[in-house]
Every structure is written in C-alpha cells, then in structure tokens.
C-alpha cells in the first residue's frame, strides 16, 4: 500500500524585540492560548522573550509573517485587543487567504488593512467618490486609513503627491511665538501623520519623498490659493477648522484628486463661540454626488478595550445632559 512520504518537521526560534514580550504573549501566555488555534499544526513554546516553533517549513513561515506583525501593532499601540489578535492570526494556516485586502505591507512586517467593517466601508468610498468624509471617535483608525490609502494611490502611481494638513488649533494658527524654524513649529501639530507615514515607508523613502514634496505636511493655513491636483489629500481634525476654513479646502481640489476629510466632532478645540464647520458642512454635502459620508463608531476602535469602554461612558454621560 503507498504511504505518504513523513514531511519533516523544523524547529525555530523568534526572539521578540523592540516591544515587552508580555504584551505580545499576554500575561501567563494568555494571548498564546488564543494564537495556537489558528495555527493547530504548529507547536508553540514560550519562554521568556524566546518562542519556539516547532512544524513543517510553509506553517512556520505564514505563522512567522503574522506573528511579525503581531509585534508591529504592539510597537505601535502598546497593547494587543483580542480582536487585533484574531484579525491577524485569522488567516494563519491558510497560505495568502486575506492579503488581497492588505492595502499596504509597511515595515517590521506590518500589513495595513481594514480591520472594521467601517473601516472597511472608508476603503470602498474612497475607490468609489473623489471626496469622502471620515466621522467618527479617537481610535476608530480614520487617518490611519486614510493615510495608507493615500501611500498605496501613490505607490500605484495614481497619484503624484500626498498632502496632509490638519489645524494648527493650539497655536491659532499663528506659529510666529513658537520656537524654531518653520518644520519644527509645525511637527508637535502634525507629528500623528508622521507616525502613521513611517510605519507605511522606509525610513530613507520617506525622507526622500518629503525632501522632494512628493509627501508634504502643513498646516490648514498654507491651503490657501493653492490648486491641489494630482494629489491624494487628507484634511484631518477637521472638526477644528471653522466654516470658511472647510469651504477653502475643499474648493482646492484639482483635476485627478482624492480628499479624504477626517473628524471627530466630540472633541472640538476651537476657541469659545466658534463653531466647528465640520458638522455643517457633512450636513450640507452629504447628498451632493462624488461625495461619500462613512460614519465610525465605537465598535471601530482597536486601541485598547478600555477606549471603548471610555468612549461609551462618555457617551452615556452627554445623552443624559
């Protein structure tokens, strides 16, 4: 009788880095109980900052790809939601099931993808309308999202440039007082998009393209009187820019254009008795056609269960007045 040749197995070790090894293996390996489900034909022992894999070449290989990332979202968040966790592992033993939804493969083996069926519903919109507004609470991954669409358009060369920009609120937009040259005024206001960017590029690629204007950051005010054509563009706080701020932006739009508006309208800036234009003007554009509203809510967020569980107190706390 033919027998199926014994596939051999191999041993491997993973030295965690760069993170706390009990925030990716959970404590008293809680969150290694829930990994090696997804991954039956693997063997897994932790020991320390050391996890041994013990199973054929190809398991160990997808485990390794998912496991790497895994680490980057803990690099990145400082912690591990069961849902992130399943997320990532759910496609495990499964060879490239899911990495068509990979948006970008950004660095330490991280794969930026929607992980909400919100979020889900922003990466349709923005393939579907030129002008998409993103409303929704902190942690929801907006412009994190919004970011690695704009960094595939360019890499698929869809567009020429990316731009940024968000209000410059704490410092009234006027950044004369502040300490520095023009770059170092801005980077406390604008220093989320940067960290969203380098997860998505190499360090050198990306000192490149903002040397080069390829990537540019600004604040809200250097809008103004400029045509933005070619460009992926990200308006983000924007429940911080007033009225006319909005309607100055989104008249800047040019020819082969996406803007992605981002904000969240429970966490208003704007001095006393100045409004915030974002609602208006979702309120106002929301059936013009090319015009996408996605609404997120607490269910999007993948930071830690405790945001939600802040958000949804919050929440509870403003509709009893």
């Known amino acids: 009788m033919f027998q199926q040749p014994e596939v051999a197995l191999l041993e491997k070790l993973i030295t965690i880095t760069g993170v706390d090894p009990l925030d990716v293996l959970g404590a008293n390996d809680a969150n290694l109980r829930l990994i090696r489900p997804h991954f039956p034909k693997l063997n897994l022992v932790a020991r ?40 990532i592992m759910g496609t495990g ?49 907006k412009t994190y999202t919004a970011v690695a669409l704009a960094v595939k358009a360019l890499k698929e060369r869809k567009v020429r440039r990316i731009i940024l920009t968000r209000p410059a609120v704490e410092a009234g937009e006027n950044l004369g007082f502040l300490p520095g040259d023009l770059r170092e005024k801005l980077d406390p ?22 040397d080069e204007g390829v990537i540019q950051i600004a604040p809200l005010a250097f809008m103004r009187g400029r045509t933005l054509d070619h460009a992926f563009v990200i308006l983000d ?37 100045m409004p915030s234009g974002l609602m208006p003007a979702v309120s106002m554009l929301r059936d013009v056609e090319g015009i996408t509203v996605i609404e ?26």
């Open 48 to 87: 320390g900052d050391t996890l041994k894999i013990t199973g054929t070449e190809v398991d160990i290989a997808q485990f390794e790809e998912r496991f790497n990332e895994l680490v980057a979202h803990v690099a990145r968040y400082n912690e591990l939601p069961r849902k992130v966790l399943d997320d």
């Open 93 to 141: 033993g499964s060879g490239d099931a899911g990495d068509g939804d990979v948006l970008v493969y950004g660095n330490a083996g991280l794969r930026v993808k929607a992980r909400t069926p919100n979020q889900q519903r922003l990466v349709e919109a923005v393939a579907a309308s030129d002008m998409v507004f993103a409303i929704g609470p902190a942690g929801t991954g």
């Open 189 to 210: 206001y604008l220093q989320p998009l940067y960290d969203a960017l380098k997860d998505m590029i190499p360090a050198s690629r990306l000192a490149e393209h903002l």
């Open 237 to 273: 706080e924007a429940q911080n820019a007033t009225l006319p701020q909005l309607k100055m932006f989104l008249t800047r739009m040019g020819r082969n254009a996406k803007f992605v508006i981002t904000g969240d309208v429970t966490q208003v800036d704007l001095p006393e008795r």
């Open 296 to 321: 997120l809510t607490e269910k999007d967020v993948i930071r830690h269960e405790l945001v939600t569980r802040v958000l949804g107190a919050f929440r509870k706390l403003e509709e009893r007045g």
